[in-house]
């Protein structure tokens, strides 16, 4: 900080560079600095700061966003009078170079998490038919992770059956930068979904390389980050894109979701014995209905029937010779679907109930496998509380 003549007490560039290193860019999750999206800082004597920032796009979504951070960082440096932000958009040649940075110096696409070196946990939920509310089970798996401090990201991979946008709450568009797609955020998780590209409730009408090509793109083109896990929501069934993951993310672990009832919990098993043929690991089974909590009584009313999550594990214990254990089976709960509707997911705005709190657990399991703990040594029968 330096006095100029009249004795007032000028801020330091260096110090208003050091406050501009905490705003992170909004889309990136990094600071502005090291993104190389400041372009100039000019300090006048009476105190009053400019700062022009670049963007990475002319329309960047987040632009306001951006503005406010900065603004307020800068104003709470000693010394600042006031501060004025402009908006300046990088060149093709900055693009270039920023998206060569965010892959780590790598020109080709790749995908991340296949690489030797990932530390990045990838479950691929699956089921054998649609209904079963696997979607419902990774959107609140992913939300109570990063509520437990995860970096977690998921890839609707649904592409016929998209729904996670809305049900995560994430109304965001994504920004691209040169080749790299930047994924909004909703609730602390990073999601993609075609859902995203396509106009109002349009349908996708794809055959199988565009399915391929699209999962590709959703897994190498965007942008990440350093993810500790990251969720597939995958489409029913064993098609094209439950091969495409073997073949993109080969160190993928299936979570099969299944409803009690025999015939659901029969085609489930069919939909996780594909790990035999992709050898993938089953990292184990949740049931989701389980039974119907009577409002009245609170004794639990088996609509859909009982221990369809326990003949899955079963039947994928044998086929792959490997103990495949039942997670945790989350209970029939209005907040669950209301949850679903609102984007608003129930381990976040009821985590306590009976669907909250068994979801909760199911997370907590697959957290601390990232954190290298031994949470799933124990099979866990339908029912139990967490």
């Known amino acids: 900080m330096a006095t100029d003549t009249y004795g007032t007490t000028v801020p330091a560039e260096d110090a208003v560079r050091e406050a501009l290193s905490t705003v992170n860019d909004p889309?990136?999750?990094?600071?502005?600095t090291e993104l190389g999206m400041v372009k100039s800082v000019e300090i006048a004597d009476d105190g009053a700061v400019a700062v022009t920032v670049y963007l990475t796009v002319s329309g960047c979504p987040l632009r306001d966003t951006i503005t406010r951070n900065v603004t307020e960082a800068v104003s709470r440096v000693a010394g600042v009078t006031s501060v004025s932000v402009a908006l300046d958009v990088m060149s093709d040649e900055q693009r270039r170079e920023l998206a060569s940075s965010l892959r780590g110096g790598q020109t080709e696409r790749e995908v991340p998490f296949a690489q030797p070196g990932s530390l990045t946990r990838v479950y691929a939920v699956a089921s054998g038919k649609g209904g079963v509310g696997k979607s419902s089970v990774t959107v609140n798996l992913a939300a109570a992770m990063a509520a437990d401090g995860l970096k977690v990201g998921v890839v609707d991979a649904d592409i016929y059956g998209h729904s996670v946008p809305r049900m995560l709450?994430?109304?965001g568009r994504p920004t691209q930068v040169e080749n790299m797609i930047m994924p909004p955020s909703a609730n602390g998780v990073k999601v993609i979904s075609i859902g995203m590209f396509t106009p109002g409730n349009a349908p996708v009408v794809w055959r199988?390389?565009?399915?391929?090509?699209?999962?590709q793109q959703f897994l190498a083109d965007v942008y990440w980050g350093d993810l500790d896990v990251l969720l597939l929501d995958l489409p029913p069934g064993?098609?094209?894109i439950a091969i495409s993951v073997a073949q993109l993310v080969p160190n993928a672990e299936i979570l099969v979701v299944t409803t009690p009832q025999q015939a659901a919990a029969e085609v489930a098993?069919?939909?996780g014995s594909i790990a035999v043929q992709t050898h993938q690991k089953?990292?184990?089974v949740v049931e989701n209905m389980a039974g119907l909590p009577c409002p009245h009584c609170g004794e639990m009313l088996d609509v859909f029937g009982t221990g369809g999550g326990k003949l899955v594990a079963e039947g994928l214990t044998r086929t792959t010779g490997a103990e495949v254990p039942v997670l945790g089976a989350i209970p029939i709960?209005?907040?669950?679907?209301?949850?679903?509707d609102e984007g608003r997911p129930?381990?976040?705005?009821?985590?306590?109930?009976?669907?909250?709190?068994a979801l909760r657990g199911v997370a907590e399991r697959l957290g601390e496998r990232k954190r290298g703990l031994s949470g799933l040594s124990l099979g866990i029968t339908p029912r139990n509380k967490f």
């Open 169 to 171: 709450g994430a109304d």
């Open 208 to 215: 199988g390389p565009m399915l391929h090509r699209a999962l």
């Open 282 to 284: 089953i990292v184990g």
């Open 27 to 32: 889309e990136i999750h990094r600071p502005i």
């Open 238 to 240: 064993t098609g094209d």
């Open 333 to 340: 709960d209005v907040r669950l679907r209301e949850g679903g």
């Open 346 to 357: 129930v381990v976040l705005t009821d985590p306590d109930s009976p669907a909250g709190a």
């Open 269 to 271: 098993e069919r939909a």
